[in-house]
């Protein structure tokens, strides 16, 4: 079993800026060699993909609506993923996911709300 959880939306200003968590959880080993994504999904639209980070923090990508502004980390000793969101925007508006896949199955946790006000 894998579990997910994040943290960290809230409201927020135009301009303002959150730190999402993810905290993974169970059979997840090894973690540090994991990838994981970050996802969003407004009301009415597609889920999309924010930003990836490869197992090692090697890699990062970024969708080009929140390059420059956003910034994906992770601590592996802790199982933790992170999400730094600067000069948040209105459309930025969604409920936030982290995704992992291990042995071709994806895992998903409950999403976070983030709510940017103009």
């Known amino acids: 079993q894998v579990q997910l959880v994040e943290s960290g939306g809230g409201l927020v200003q135009a301009g303002g800026s959150l730190r999402l968590s993810c905290a993974a959880s169970?059979?997840?080993?090894?973690?540090?060699?994991?990838?994981v994504g970050w996802y969003r999904q407004a009301p009415g639209k597609q889920r999309e993909l924010v930003a990836t980070?490869?197992?090692?923090?090697?890699?990062?990508t970024y969708a080009d609506s929140v390059k420059g502004r956003f910034t994906v980390s992770r601590d592996n000793g802790k199982n933790m993923v992170y999400l730094q969101m600067n000069s948040l925007k209105p459309e930025d508006t969604a409920v936030y996911y982290c995704?992992?896949?291990?042995?071709?199955?994806?895992?998903w946790g409950q999403g976070t709300q983030v709510t940017v006000s103009s």
């Open positions: 169970g059979s997840i080993w090894p973690f540090s060699l994991r990838p």
């Open positions: 980070i490869t197992g090692a923090s090697t890699t990062t």
């Open positions: 995704r992992i896949v291990i042995r071709e199955h994806e895992f």
